[in-house]
């Protein structure tokens, strides 16, 4: 077979065919492409041949080799490159797609960029859905461990605050006591804080003193900051109404993650909060009050001002480079937001910065105290006999100490594990058993089972108070659903403990 004869069964017309024998040597060439010098090696054209030189020997079937970029002389093609044994002879056919190559190239690397975004989406996608359940997860556990120490500390607070104590420990107290409460909505928010994120945390609307509030923060930053070099006060205007309806817990966290802000930001000078009516309210219209948080700190350039409510981001201060990731100003402005209100900055460079604060208030109705009704009775408080189930003595301790010399006539027995609490129904009849999840033998879902399955029927029925460190709504239904009365997440008052009794003691 000839050259010409093998190129007649080819189709295409941009080819050139080399016909060498086993060792390697051109017996002939069509110089279509390039010239292929008879006699000469194959090898000498291009290192490609040299590489497949072993395949020479062994060419009974057809050996496909696309897309080889080929620099011959001042010749650059992108050829598909055939080795085959036709009749004892071997051909090497080489077909010029350049232009082919060159025109799909782009659609290649289109296909290959698409296909490399949405591969690098779904990773990217993976890793965040695994970052959500770990942030899940270690906010939960956090949650729960922070909860258990910090109901220990607000229950004895509160019992301090019934001991004999003089003027100046019971203010230092009150700041402690309502520091330890705002640290318990820092909880609340650290477990909700998709919702935040979302703009669907929950808003109260009660009554509330908004110079208490104002009093508060002012004895906590004076106190935080009573060594510092700055000084801190809260005014308000005599046209401020400050029986308002709202959500003070709210209110104080806007206020308060706005006053540490202001502080950490201020080496030396002032910080402070003035409140004022920016339009007046009617009885269907609320008041709009504005709050403005200012200080004479470093300021903030014109480039970051946009940035400061950006998700957890913080400014970068001289004498703590950088302090980090912070909710604090995201915060601010989400609940703001919640709030149905608007917040503004402005600043200048070493000469400080001021929030403002629009936030709408509809004002109590003034109504007539009423007479204290003394009620008819005999005087005599029915005794109510409490199981409460718990096993650290702190907690059995600050049971005691909380239970004794109730107003409600209730009797506590304490039990140390879940075993003895069975046992205990067993012997003798409880109006209530107050009962925690975590326990040294058994959990407290398999004391709920033991006890909403046993055969009497008067400890079947027994309401049942469980009180846990966890507030995770999925935790409270599944317990609800294991059979509990009523729920109680930890830290709680003396006053919202008492409370969730008597609800469950009237059913």
């Known amino acids: 077979m000839t050259i010409q004869t093998f190129k007649n069964t080819l189709y295409t017309s941009k080819v050139q065919i080399i016909q060498i024998d086993k060792g390697g040597k051109i017996l002939e060439s069509e110089d279509n492409l390039f010239v292929a010098s008879k006699n000469k090696f194959v090898a000498e054209l291009h290192p490609f041949f040299e590489g497949i030189e072993p395949l020479f020997t062994d060419a009974s079937e057809a050996i496909h080799f696309p897309c ?3 620099e011959i002389g001042a010749k650059h093609i ?20 350049t232009d082919h190559y060159a025109n799909s190239h782009p659609m290649v690397q289109e296909r290959n960029e698409a296909s490399i975004l949405k591969n690098r989406l779904i990773f990217e996608n993976d890793i965040l859905l695994a970052k959500e359940d770990l942030k899940n997860k270690f906010l939960a556990h956090l949650n729960h461990e922070i909860r258990n120490p910090l109901n220990n500390v607000l229950g004895f607070l509160e019992i301090l605050e019934d001991s004999k104590l003089s003027y100046e420990q019971k ?3 009150n ?14 928010d650290l477990v909700d804080i998709s919702k935040i994120e979302k703009g669907i945390a929950k808003i109260k609307n009660i009554p509330f003193s ?5 009093t508060n923060l002012e004895k906590h930053f004076q106190l935080k900051y009573e060594k510092s070099n700055i000084g801190f006060g809260c005014s308000m205007d005599k046209a401020v109404e400050f029986r308002l309806m709202g959500d003070p817990t709210r209110l104080n966290q806007i206020l308060f993650n706005l006053v540490d802000n202001a502080h950490k930001n201020t080496k030396e000078g002032s910080v402070s909060v003035e409140v004022r009516v920016k339009e007046e309210g009617t009885s269907e219209k609320p008041t709009q009050l504005l709050f403005k948080v200012s200080d004479t700190g470093k300021g903030i350039s014109k480039n970051e001002l946009d940035q400061v409510f950006d998700s957890y981001r913080q400014l970068e201060f001289d004498e703590i480079k950088p302090i980090g990731e912070g909710l604090g100003l995201k915060i601010v402005k989400e609940l703001v937001t919640l709030l149905n209100g608007t917040v503004k900055v402005e600043s200048v460079l070493e000469k400080g910065t001021t929030f403002e604060v629009m936030l709408p208030f509809m004002e109590r109705e003034k109504k007539e105290p009423k007479k204290k009704v003394i009620p008819k009775g005999s005087g005599i408080v029915i005794s109510k006999r409490i199981l409460v189930l718990e096993n650290e003595e702190i907690m059995q301790m600050l049971m005691m100490k909380t239970f004794l010399d109730n107003d409600s006539g209730y009797f506590i027995e304490i039990a140390r594990d879940g075993m003895q609490t069975l046992q205990l129904l067993e012997k003798r009849k409880y109006d209530l058993v107050l009962l ?3 326990l040294p033998d058994m959990d407290g879902y398999q004391v709920l089972s033991h006890i909403r399955n046993n055969a009497e029927v008067s400890i079947s029925t027994v309401p049942i108070l469980v009180v846990s460190g966890s507030s995770l709504r999925k935790e409270q239904e599944a317990i609800f659903d294991a059979g509990a009365s009523e729920f109680l997440a930890k830290p709680y008052t003396k006053k919202e403990l008492f409370s969730k009794i008597n609800k469950v003691l009237k059913r």
């Open 175 to 188: 700041v402690i006591s309502k520091t330890g409460k705002h640290l318990k909505v820092l909880l609340d």
């Open 68 to 70: 080889v970029s080929l």
């Open 78 to 97: 992108v050829a598909d490159i055939d080795i085959i044994d036709k009749d004892g002879k071997i051909f090497i056919s080489i077909f010029d797609f």
């Open 210 to 214: 908004l110079s208490q509030v104002l």
């Open 171 to 173: 203010e230092i107290l």
């Open 436 to 438: 925690k999840m975590q």
